[in-house]
């Protein structure tokens, strides 16, 4: 099995995978164009087109895992937007998406499956621009709900709340969950500060755990599910004791 690789830009998370699903191939085109002119610098970013829903459920349904789509609502075949939008909240809540048409009169209907934002074609760059920049400044303060790793080119999408911890093995992390254990490259202590938001602390210098599965803390030693002991150092115990004092 390949070893992921755990890939972190100055700013972001991860890579960025972008989705643009428009039946019209010109349209699809010159999006994937205009937003490539409008990432910033040093953003790792990846463009994937499709023309159905269809296509795009079945790509998000495998390995590569989009953060942000642009969706056509009046897409051709089986699933229109709207219900494409359905499936994918289902799927995958975490992915934003940013509704397109030509026809203004769905914009009601579109935000019922909380997109980010609502583009009436044609759009301006100014306006692309503008839905962008607020996208990639609210991204950037979210707590993560997902780490994002990448096989062979393809984003996988590791859910936190499934994570135990995580393990340092000299160039590798290992990622102990509920019902796997996933290897990759990477560091922990830019998974300390990239996870730290999101209720991860570190117990040791190879360990970063989960606090939500802490289930007793010793002055040497945690405990986690079905038994499993992690040890403690002395400089990390205090930060411990502290975020798990249930709030006054």
């Known amino acids: ?18 989705a643009v699903c428009d039946p ?5 085109a010159a999006l994937c164009d205009a937003l ?31 953060q942000l789509v642009f969706l056509e609502i009046r897409l051709e075949g089986p699933l229109n937007g709207l219900e494409t939008a359905e499936q994918l909240r ?21 935000y019922r499956y909380h997109a980010f934002d609502f583009l009436v074609k044609p759009v301006s760059m100014a306006r692309l621009q503008e839905t962008v920049g607020r996208y990639l400044e609210e991204r950037l303060r979210r707590p993560a709900d997902f780490l994002n790793v990448s096989i062979q080119r393809r ?21 102990h969950m509920v019902e796997d254990q996933v290897e990759f490259y990477g560091r922990l202590d830019a998974l300390e500060e990239l996870l730290g938001p999101s209720g991860f602390l570190r117990c040791h210098q190879s360990y970063l755990v989960n606090l939500r599965y802490i289930r007793q803390l010793g002055s040497s030693s945690l405990t ?16 411990l004791r502290s975020a798990l004092e249930p709030e006054a």
Do not use: W
């Open 155 to 175: 984003s996988v999408q590791l859910p936190l709340h499934q994570i135990y911890y995580l393990e340092s093995q000299r160039r590798k992390i290992v990622a």
């Open 1 to 18: 099995m390949p070893v992921p690789f755990l890939i972190l830009s100055k700013e972001m998370s991860c890579v960025l995978h972008i």
């Open 224 to 239: 986690l599910p079905h038994n499993c002991s992690l040890p403690v150092s002395r400089p990390y115990l205090k930060s």
């Open 90 to 110: 289902y799927r995958s809540p975490g992915t934003d998406i940013i509704f397109l048409t030509g026809a203004a009169e769905y914009i009601g209907a579109g």
């Open 36 to 66: 490539a002119k409008l990432l910033f610098d040093g953003a790792d970013y990846r463009f994937s087109c499709f023309s159905s829903g269809d296509a795009l459920l079945e790509q998000q349904g495998q390995e590569i895992a989009f």
């Open 24 to 28: 019209n191939t010109g349209h699809r």
